[in-house]
């Protein structure tokens, strides 16, 4: 049996045997709420930070629909409008700048028109006409096993 110093009684008959006093048990009942508070409110911080951020989106651009987007000079396909200049594919959000309505594309005139209060936005994502004073966000490609992926969630310009 140990004793108060951490001695062994078998081993020293006078030291004086541990004993559980209301104060210990208290002490380390203090101590175990403490790890666990402290253990819980990691695992709600974690879910909480986690359940903030949005889901990844991204959306596949087919080849069918790339080739599409170079013989008509640009295409609409969901929130995204797309076009090529030169080699390089270019992916603008159809959300205009000023308060947030979705862009429809004039292929006539070649431009992005708000219907809302009138800006109109040039095929490089300028704006041409406000009220609209922002560029429109450009939206991040990247090439993934031979088809071309447009990532929602991860802007080239800022929102
Ligand atoms: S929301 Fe587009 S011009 Fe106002």
């Not at 809302?116 to 936005?121: A, I, K, L, N, Q």
């Not at 031979?146 to 802007?155: F, I, N, Y």
Request: hydrophobic share 35%; net charge positive; proline share 7%.
């Amino acid at each position: 049996m140990l004793t108060d110093n951490g001695s062994d009684t078998k081993a020293d008959p006078r030291a004086r045997p541990v004993r559980a006093t209301r104060r210990r048990v208290l002490t380390r009942l203090w101590g175990l709420t403490g790890w666990s508070l402290l253990a819980g409110s990691g695992v709600l911080l974690h879910r909480t930070l986690t359940a903030a951020r949005p889901p990844s989106r991204s959306v596949s651009l087919s080849p069918t629909l790339l080739n599409q987007v170079r013989a008509e000079g640009g295409l609409v396909t969901g929130e995204l409008f797309l076009r090529f200049a030169g080699d390089e594919l270019i992916a603008l959000r159809l959300r205009c700048t000023h308060l947030g309505c979705t862009l429809t594309f004039d292929r006539g005139d070649r431009v992005l028109r708000c219907p809302c209060h009138g800006s109109h936005f040039d095929l490089d994502g300028n704006p041409a006409v406000g009220p609209a004073e922002t560029p429109l966000e450009r939206v991040a490609l990247r090439h993934d096993n031979g088809t071309w992926v447009a990532q929602l969630d991860d802007p080239l310009t800022p929102r």
